[in-house]
């Protein structure tokens, strides 16, 4: 059974981590000294390069434990997964258990640590819509029994998001949602319908929030000096790291901006920070490596064993891709700042934990797919296609 396990999907994860915890070391040097100076009056430069490193060591486990664990098994618990989920994100917005961290209310506190059960929210609701879209696969493209109960399900799921607020997650789920949607037999145009629905719900919440309304300000007039200076600052200084870097870099270790200059350099504006110090060519390795991983997420789904593995797989590799795409938008000034992480390499212990496991679960799909389950899911993929431009 291991011997069918996609090793080349599992390698690029694990470079993609341990790279991502050199660039840390790097990145958050003085980021860890002013945090650990102010807190304890004693600065240290590593603070959350052994944070990164604790959350490197339950991440790989995790995804070593979903590597072992039957992908059937969180077919016959999504329900459950789900409920609980949702548990924790209505914990996470409750006085004395909130974190109390950032602008939003995504933290829950846990004795000594932190969680966001926002990014294991995205993995939840990737297993539970796998299974409702799996048992109403000939109800999906009606109206009463595929359309209406989806989007209710959709903006339920994206309600909560929306009221930490998390408009990166909210995106995620809204984006996730409607290509496992798509892909098990609804329409363009019920596609629509459902994601103009959430978007309806969620985004008046969520551009409720004065932070909010601010960045999409910052990103549709970054030529007006004032808000460059305010708060388009971010992207200022993530444009001027990236624009520093040019081809080769300035080498590792020897960025300027993240010496204060570039606000959450070790998390949301890594990228950023990459580019200083890798430069455009170098860049353009990692960036092979996403999409490398990419194609094989999607080649798991493909070459699937069931039609479960199939929407769950395709559901994890979309939720990746989606957020390193949007990670890297923002970081070059092509869409507002969302706070969302760059996956493997980005700061944050539930983020790398909880993406980490869902290539724990595409490596345990890999694992059980068969040479006539691959030509079974090649059949699908043509009728797909053949549906599609027949309705195009």
């Known amino acids: 059974m291991f011997r069918r396990m996609d090793l080349l999907l599992l390698g690029v994860a694990v470079v993609l981590t341990f790279f991502g915890l050199a660039m840390i070391a790097s990145v958050s040097v003085f980021?860890?000294?002013?945090?650990?100076?102010?807190l304890t009056g004693q600065g240290s430069n590593s603070f959350y390069l052994w944070r990164t490193f604790i959350h490197v060591i339950v991440g790989i486990v995790g995804m070593m434990l979903m590597t072992v664990i039957p992908y059937h098994f969180w077919e016959r618990h999504a329900r459950f997964l789900y409920i609980a989920c949702i548990v924790l994100l209505i914990a996470a917005l409750l006085p004395g258990i909130n974190a109390g961290w950032g602008t939003s209310r995504s933290w829950l506190r846990v004795g000594?640590?932190?969680?966001?059960?926002?990014?294991?929210?995205?993995?939840?609701?990737?297993?539970?819509?796998?299974?409702w879209l799996q048992k109403r696969e000939q109800l999906i493209g009606t109206w009463k029994e595929g359309f209406l109960p989806f989007a209710i399900l959709l903006i339920v799921s994206t309600f909560l998001i929306a009221i930490e607020p998390d408009l990166g997650s909210f995106l995620i789920l809204c984006v996730v949602g409607g290509v496992m949607f798509f892909i098990a037999?609804?329409?363009?145009?019920?596609?629509?319908m459902g994601a103009t629905a959430a978007a309806l719900v969620g985004l008046p919440i969520i551009l409720q929030k004065e932070y909010i309304q601010k960045r999409f300000i910052a990103f549709l007039r970054p030529d007006d000096p004032k808000i460059a200076e305010d708060i388009g600052f971010q992207i200022k200084q993530a444009l001027i790291a990236i624009g520093s870097g040019g081809f080769f870099g300035v080498?590792?270790?020897?960025?300027?901006?993240?010496f204060g200059y570039l606000p959450e350099v070790q998390s949301d504006m890594i990228f950023s920070?990459?580019?200083e110090e890798l430069?455009?060519?170098r860049l353009l390795i990692i960036l092979l490596m996403y999409v490398i991983l990419v194609l094989r997420g999607y080649r798991v789904a493909q070459h699937a064993p069931d039609r479960f593995g199939f929407l769950v797989a395709t559901g994890i590799t979309t939720w990746i891709a989606v957020q390193t795409i949007v990670n890297i938008a923002v970081n070059v000034g092509l869409f507002p700042i969302t706070g969302l992480t760059l996956p493997f390499i980005s700061y944050g212990g539930s983020s790398l934990l909880s993406v980490l496991c869902g290539v724990g679960v595409l490596l345990n799909i890999s694992m059980r797919s068969t040479e006539e389950a691959s030509l079974a899911r090649r059949s699908t993929s043509k009728r797909v296609g053949k549906w599609f431009l027949s309705n195009a």
């Open 31 to 38: 980021e860890s000294y002013q945090l650990t100076q102010h």
């Open 112 to 131: 000594p640590f932190s969680i966001q059960p926002s990014e294991f929210f995205k993995l939840a609701f990737i297993f539970y819509l796998s299974v």
């Open 185 to 192: 037999g609804g329409s363009i145009t019920h596609l629509f």
């Open 251 to 258: 080498g590792y270790g020897k960025s300027i901006q993240k």
């Open 273 to 275: 920070a990459m580019a």
């Open 279 to 281: 430069g455009f060519i």
